[in-house]
Structures are given as structure tokens and as C-alpha cells.
């Protein structure tokens, strides 16, 4: 590998990393919002920063949502579940559990419920979604049946690698509503991992300590490339993607040369084959 490739492949990793990851509230708190969507993340200490913020000003939300039933990832937030120092107690316990009453239990568990709840918050409970398009349309019909309007100003809290296209999944079903009666679906990953080149090898930045997250929570390298590039497949608006022009999971999302460039070089320096 030629001296310049690691950094190149670095630059790649973290182009790629900023667009999908779409944090649209930077190193700010929470904004004062109708809805937080959390859909289950493999980073548990997303769900945490959410938690103990809510815990500190519980005026912030009206409607907490935590989304996620049984899918193929499931097994990727047992582990989680299994790996933390704190939260590994419930490992045998959610088990089989949708990953949305697994969370529930971490909530009820580990955290003040009642502080959460004390200005009004009203938590739910979103536990029949198996993928990403589904935490949305599951998310939708569930806020329906129980009378809670949405709301002008939603967050919208996921895996990073999946936050982008969960926004995009939320606004194709809310398109259909006036300008004045839509809501607005804000990206907060939490972190967006990046990385960087020691002694020529590639690995992961640390992250901002304010965010809870250690870079141990994150994904063994090759499945970060993996996910990396596999949700710039999904998102780009082609006849294999989730767009109009593909699937049509999603309404169209532009994305941009250098984050398509991206993804070509890590498919030939990484051995991903998405």
C-alpha cells in the first residue's frame, strides 16, 4: 500500500461517515421538540446521552418513542447489550425481547423514569418494525392510534451509519402533508465516528467526551467499511438503490461525487464487496 493510501482511505472513510451520519445539531443539546424518535442503536450510550438528558430538563420533549422490533440486527444489540459494563446484567433477560422493550428495560432499570416523565413527557413504544423503513411507517401508525400528534419539530436518534436514510424513510411519509402541517425530522447521531492513520494503519478517532460514547462501542473495522459503503448504495438513487428511481424506500436524497468517489475507493482498498 503506497505511503499516501491510508490517509487517502482515512479522508474516504470520514466523508462518508459526515454524509450518512447527517448530524444536524452538531455538539448542541437536544432542542426543545414535540418527538424523539430513538430507534434502537447498537451504540448503547446513544440511548444513555438521551436518557440522562431527558433526566436533566424533562421540558424538553413531549413525546419520547423508543422504535424497534425483531430484525436483522437484533442480534448486533444483545451483544451490545452482553459487552457493557453496566447494562450486561440484562443479558440473559432481553433475549428474544424486540429491540424496543429491550431498550425499555435498560430505560426502567438504569434510569429515573419518573424525572423523565415528571413535565409531561409520555414514553412509547414501537416494538413491531423489523428495518429502517419500518421504524418509520410502525412509528407513524402507532403515534395515530394513540392520539399524540407528531408535532412541528421532531429528532430523530439512530445508528449513525442509518440516519440519514431514517430521516429520508420519516419525510417520504409525512410528503404528503402542507408545508405548513409537515413536520420537521432533525438527524442527531449523537457522534459521527471518523477515523484516522497511526503508523499506517487506520483507526478510530476518539470522540467528544461529552457524548458518552467510547470508541470500544463502535464496529469492528471491516463492518464499519461495510455499513460505510453499503448505505451509500442504498441511499444513491439509482435502480439499485432505496430511492424513486429503486426501491422506492425513500424519497431522493443527493448524494454527492465525493461521497460516491468514496465509496469506490474503499470497494478497491478494503475488500468491501457491497
Avoid at 499516501?4 to 443539546?29: K, R
Avoid at 438527524?187 to 461529552?210: A, H, I, N, Q
Amino acid at each position: 500500500m503506497a505511503d499516501n493510501v491510508p490517509a487517502l482511505l482515512a479522508q474516504a472513510i470520514n466523508t462518508i461517515s459526515t454524509f450518512i451520519s447527517h448530524d444536524e445539531l452538531g455538539a448542541t443539546e437536544i432542542p426543545k421538540s414535540d418527538t424523539l424518535v430513538l430507534c434502537v442503536p447498537s451504540i448503547l450510550s446513544q440511548a444513555t446521552y438521551i436518557f440522562r438528558t431527558l433526566e436533566r430538563d424533562p421540558t424538553l420533549i413531549d413525546t419520547l418513542v423508543l422504535v424497534g422490533g425483531i430484525g436483522h440486527a437484533t442480534t448486533y444489540i444483545y451483544d451490545a447489550v452482553a459487552r457493557h459494563p453496566q447494562y450486561n446484567v440484562l443479558s440473559e433477560e432481553i433475549k428474544g425481547l424486540p429491540e424496543a422493550r429491550a431498550l425499555e428495560l435498560i430505560l426502567r432499570r438504569f434510569f429515573d423514569v419518573a424525572a423523565i416523565t415528571s413535565a409531561g413527557c409520555r414514553i412509547l413504544i414501537e416494538d413491531q418494525s423489523t428495518n429502517c423503513g419500518a421504524n418509520a411507517g410502525e412509528t407513524k401508525s402507532l403515534l395515530e392510534r394513540e392520539g399524540v400528534r407528531i408535532g412541528g419539530s421532531v429528532v430523530v436518534v439512530q445508528d449513525p451509519t442509518m440516519c440519514r436514510r431514517t430521516v429520508a424513510s420519516f419525510e417520504k411519509l409525512y410528503k404528503g402533508l402542507s408545508r405548513e402541517q409537515r413536520p420537521r425530522f432533525v438527524s442527531f447521531p449523537v457522534v459521527v465516528p471518523t477515523m484516522k492513520v497511526v503508523d499506517g494503519r487506520l483507526e478510530y478517532e476518539e470522540l467528544p467526551e461529552s457524548s458518552g460514547v467510547k470508541v470500544e462501542e463502535l464496529w469492528e473495522k471491516q463492518r464499519f467499511y461495510e455499513l460505510l459503503v453499503g448505505e451509500v448504495a442504498r441511499l444513491h438513487d439509482d435502480e439499485n438503490g432505496y430511492g424513486p428511481k429503486g426501491k422506492g424506500f425513500i424519497g431522493h436524497v443527493d448524494v454527492p461525487k465525493e461521497v460516491l468517489k468514496a465509496a469506490d475507493l474503499l470497494r478497491s482498498n478494503l475488500g468491501v464487496t457491497r
